[in-house]
Structures are given as C-alpha cells and as structure tokens.
C-alpha cells in the first residue's frame, strides 16, 4: 500500500481510505463478515477509516468500533463526525463526543470533522456555542487529534470556509465528473497550498461511474486500457494528483477491498498521460450530457415519510438516459416495487420539502421528482401497475396466498 503524507502532522496515510458508511453491505450483510472484511483492510494496509455520528443512526460507529477493537486500533486512523445541524448547545455536542467514544470502543478519535460545514454561518455559530474552544481543548488533551470539516457547499463558501480556521484535514466530494462541482480542483489546490490534508469522498459518485456506463464510455475507455475497470479509471484520476492524500472507498468486500489495494499500490502521483486525459476529458462530455439528476445515491434524504424512494427514482432516470435499450419505464415500475405493498412512485410525493435540507448535492427534490413522474409515469403507467397488481393478487389467491380480502369469512 502506497501511503501519502498529511503536510499537517507529517503522519504517514493509507491512499485507499475505507469509507465505512454503506457497510454492512448488501455483499456482506452480516455484521461479522463487515467487521472481518474492516480487519482484512488493516491487514491489506488499510490505515484511515471514515464513518459519521448519524450513519445508520450509530450502528455504524459500532461496527467500526468492534472491527477496530484490540490489537487493531493502533494499526488505524478512525475519523468521525459531529453534526453541527443536530447541535444547539455546547452540551448537546459534548454528548454526542461521549456517544461515540463509546460506540467506536476508543479513548481518542484521530480526526474529528464538522459534518457537511456548509458555509461560514454555520461555522461562525458553531464557534459562538463555544464548540470550537472545547475541540481546542480535546486536541491539547489528545481526545481529539485533528479537528476537520466535511463539506458539500459550493466553491466559494469553500475557499471561505477552508481560510477560516487553521484546519488540519478537509474532506470533499471529487471525482473525474465533479472536477467543477462543489469544492472543485480549485479548491482541492487551495486547501493543499495552505498546507492541509484532503481526504476524497464520492470517487465513484455513489456508484455512478461504474454501473450501467453508456456503451460510448465503455468504448472509450476500453480502446485506450482494456485491462482496466471503470473504477479503476476514476480511482487512478484520483491518485495521479499530488494534492489529494486518502481517498475513501465504500468497499463492500474482500474483492473489491483487493482490486483497490492493487490499484492503490500502483498509483503515484503524475502518473497518467496526456492520451489518458484525452479520454477523461471524452467521457465527461458524454456523462454529463447523460445525466439528468445529479444524485449520488447517500440516502441523506431518506426515508421519505411518504415512502417515496427518492434515490432510486433518480438512479432509474439517469438510468434511461445513460443505457441504450436500457427499457426504462418497465425498470422503473420494477425497482421503485410496482408490485410491492408500498411502491415509491416520484408521483407519490405531497412535496411536503422535508427531504431537500438534507442533500448535500443541493438537488431541487420536488423539482425533480416532477420531472421523473412526468417521464415515467404516463397516463397509462398506472393503469397498467394496477392491472399487474390485479392479475398477481388473483393468481395468489388461486394459489391461497392471499388471505382476507374477498374472503367470505374474511
Ligand atoms: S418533498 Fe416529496 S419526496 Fe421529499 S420528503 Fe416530502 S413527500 Fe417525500
Ligand atoms: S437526492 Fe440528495 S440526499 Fe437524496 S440520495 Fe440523492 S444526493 Fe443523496
């Protein structure tokens, strides 16, 4: 494993990170499996994990802390987050500190960021709770080693936020399709002029720039390095920037936590070409042509308490538009549960705006979801999911699966 040096405290850093916040996974759903493939990763040579107060409401925490426990906490970094928008009293923070000490099972957390700092308000209140001090305090203590913020803003509440405060680590959303989104690669160079540490989230867009790729990415990337994944191409734009020290990655198991060791050992900075750039440069345009709705798939917004599935409605219309032949209204009806007891329609929502505070990629949700009922849902849409529905509860019935309803005793 290649490490990357943090210019801040002149720690040594895994480059692969592991982003702990989609495990357990729907590839190692058991808990024990999640904390065997976290220890295969410091095995691997794995040292920087990333995980949040609110993810999976602590069990997330949990799980780290189990995985990290014994002979394994002083092989790894764990970074963990505060949420200053769950936070109106110094109190209420000091409590959440004691929460996750004791979920992650550690006296001392190694870097503690700001959870989605989005602007300078926001930081400006949390210095007049007193919050800030009490972190400058824990660092002089060593139960907080390194105090960052995690952001999702804009470019220039970025450059604002990042001379603020002389941080000692920032974490971003980046990838090879966000060069230009939220902190940008202008920002990313701010933040490494000034001597800080950043740590990339997102490397794959929630999974975007991997799975269902239009047939002319495929292409593209295939004529210039067959052997390597769609992955492996977002990940190696990462690495090959000097600027950048951990990239996280949400590995979901023990091949894919291999197939990134392998590509993580392999990548030095400044080592891709111009005839690799040329290609970047080809697949951003036809991406971002494709896209439609910039979601990166976080659950943020989620649940709805209309049960719409707001991801998913989102994933199977940029789905449409990104994959030739790709069916889309049927996908659509089948992933958002047309036969299901409660399907997440886009049509279902009462744009009540509960989700949209909530997503860190600024998406006008009700907006949006207009757009996808309009697209998806024609006039025949729910007739047709109504006779489907009709025509599996009768052959249920036939079957005696379904009990009650037109029952004479029922
Ligand atoms: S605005 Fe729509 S999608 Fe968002 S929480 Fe309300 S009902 Fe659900
Ligand atoms: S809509 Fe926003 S919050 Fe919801 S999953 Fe997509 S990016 Fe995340």
Known sequence: MLTRTNPKNGEALSALGFGVMRLPSKKTPDETGAVALLREAVRSGVTYF????????????QLLGKALSGEYRGLAR??????????????AAKKMLATELARLQTDHVDYYLMHMLMDRAMLDRLAGLGVLAWLEDLKRQGVVRNIGFSFHGVKDDFAELIRAYPWD????QYNYLDENAQATRDGLRLAASLGIPVVVMEPLRGGQLVANLPEEVLSAFAAAHPEWSP?????????????????????????ELAENVRIAAECRPGSLGEAERAVFERVKGILLEKTKVPCTGCYYCMPCPY???????????????????????FKYAQALGALSARPGFASICTECGKCE???PQRIAIRKELK?????????????????ARFVMRSGRRRKGEVHGEGHPHG
């Open 50 to 61: 990333d995980t949040a107060f609110v993810y999976s409401g602590g069990r997330n925490e």
């Open 78 to 91: 764990i970074a963990t987050k505060l949420p200053p928008y769950m936070i109106g009293k110094l109190d």
């Open 231 to 255: 992955a492996e191409w977002a990940l190696r734009w990462l690495w090959d920037q000097p600027e950048v020290t951990v990239v996280l990655s949400g590995m979901g198991d023990a091949k």
């Open 307 to 329: 049960g719409v599935d707001i991801p998913g409605c989102f994933q199977q219309l940029n789905d449409k538009h990104r994959v030739k032949g790709a069916h889309g209204v």
């Open 169 to 172: 680590l920032v974490q971003i």
């Open 371 to 387: 757009a996808v009922a309009r697209e998806m849902e024609g006039p025949l849409f729910r007739p047709v999911v109504g006779a």
């Open 357 to 359: 505070p909530k997503c």
